[in-house]
């Protein structure tokens, strides 16, 4: 046996322990490199998860096969911009026994009927909830659609907006079949709004209405140029901003500049929800 | 090189990927205000400045703040104020918020979302910072 000093024997274990300690910590890298992959492509929360147990209790889940529990809030954008695609599978199931449909609403439980109606939606079940309480499970935001079996255990679950693809893996989970022409014309869901040109303005104004333009633009988008008079307040602040400085009595002007598509129909959504009934949309994209 | 050499520089680069993936977990989710408030525990107004009670400086004030997963306020930006007075009353306070920590499946998460203030002079003569209604 050949013989070994002993400095270079602590040496040998020092190596051995240095690259242990490597394998270990690339490991540990590794996994929280991964976790934090999956986390950023799913964004699903940890308790609304698939795999885990439904955090409310009080639904039944043995009426059906399944259930679709949508969580919604009632001064969401996203959730009413969502609502005819919630009207499409509400209409199409194929049967109530194999899929139920129910709604966690937050926000005033008194106000939840009017506001289902408001975006025509029916579902099996409402039950008013406080998104606080639901917080702590992991929920992130609104609208979240949640697969549920029956036996409340997770098995699916989409947040926010859907896209085109996400809104056919939610109608195969479902085993809805729609044509993919539907999902591309799906209805807005806000009645049309009215144009208005600078002219309709004036003649509103001599009739002695009062008008407000909203400029649902960026503040910078604003500041390069906007319309004399008209009040920037960024789609984004609009839920919060509208019911403490619009007047439900005038009549609100929205301009959204070049790219107003589902800016118009959030915006309207939002304010007709919160008694905003006078709205038009001007009639340019530039200010 | 020699294995010592080796070994260290295979040390190093497991820190690196250690960094690398830790950085990857400080992610920021945009939350709507009344999310934020929501997860708010500790919420401060500010005084009214009195400059800005002199210039009768008045209106509404956005903020945009972002929270780390221990819920302590990381940064803060003014996107409108009535004057810079009232900007910097309402940074100084919203910095001293403090909110709920926030995770995704067990990660820490950083959060960022508005705050909106308003900023009224009474027929008094006394000036005061408000939450909007909703938040009242």
Request: net charge positive; aromatic share 6%; hydrophobic share 40%.
């Amino acid at each position: 046996m050949p013989e070994i000093s002993v400095s270079k024997l602590v040496l040998r274990l020092l190596n051995i322990g240095i690259i242990t300690l490597a394998i270990l910590l690339t490991g540990l890298g590794v996994r929280r490199y991964r976790v934090a992959q999956l986390t950023s492509r799913s964004q699903l929360p940890a308790y609304f998860k698939a795999g885990a147990r439904f955090p409310v209790n009080e639904l039944d889940w043995t009426k059906s096969f399944q259930t679709l529990v949508i969580v919604l809030e009632q001064s969401c954008a996203i959730c009413s911009d969502n609502a005819p695609f919630y009207r499409l599978i509400e209409q199409n199931r194929p049967d109530r026994g194999r899929t139920r449909l129910v709604v966690l609403l937050g926000g005033d439980p008194d106000k939840a009927t009017a506001y289902l109606e408001n975006l025509q939606l029916s579902f099996d079940q409402v039950k008013p909830v406080s998104l606080r309480d639901l917080k702590p499970y992991g929920l992130v935001g609104t609208p979240t659609a949640v697969l549920v079996n029956d036996e409340g255990i997770v098995t699916n679950m989409w947040s926010g907006s859907l896209t085109e693809l996400q809104q056919s893996e939610v109608l195969r989970a479902l085993q809805i079949r729609v044509d993919s022409a539907a999902l591309k014309t799906l209805p807005s869901s806000t009645p049309p709004l009215d144009l208005i040109d600078e002219t309709g303005i004036q003649r509103l104004k001599e009739a002695g209405e009062t008008v407000m333009v909203v400029d649902l633009r960026d503040r910078g988008e604003y500041s390069a140029s906007h319309l004399a008079g008209a009040k920037n307040i960024p789609i984004d602040e609009l839920a919060v901003r509208a019911v403490n400085e619009l007047q439900i009595s005038d009549v609100i002007v929205l301009f959204a500049g070049e790219t107003p598509g589902k800016t118009y129909t959030a915006a309207a959504q939002m304010l007709s929800n919160n008694g905003f009934k006078r709205l038009r949309v001007l009639k340019t994209s530039k200010p | 090189m020699s294995r010592p050499y080796l070994s260290l520089l295979l040390l190093l680069i497991c820190f690196l990927s250690c960094v690398l993936a830790a950085g990857q977990t400080a992610k920021v989710v945009d939350v709507d205000e009344a999310g934020i408030r929501r997860s708010a525990s500790k919420k401060i107004l500010p005084a009214f400045p009195e400059g800005s009670r002199k210039r009768r400086s008045q209106g509404v004030a956005v903020v945009r703040l972002q929270y780390d997963g221990n819920g302590t306020v990381v940064s803060v930006d003014v996107l409108e104020a009535p004057d810079s007075e009232i900007g910097g009353a309402i940074t100084n306070a919203v910095r001293n918020w403090t909110f709920k920590p926030s995770s995704i499946r067990g990660e820490p998460v950083n959060i960022r979302g508005k705050l909106t203030f308003y900023c009224v002079i009474d027929s008094k003569g006394i000036g005061r910072v408000q939450n909007p209604k909703q938040f009242r």
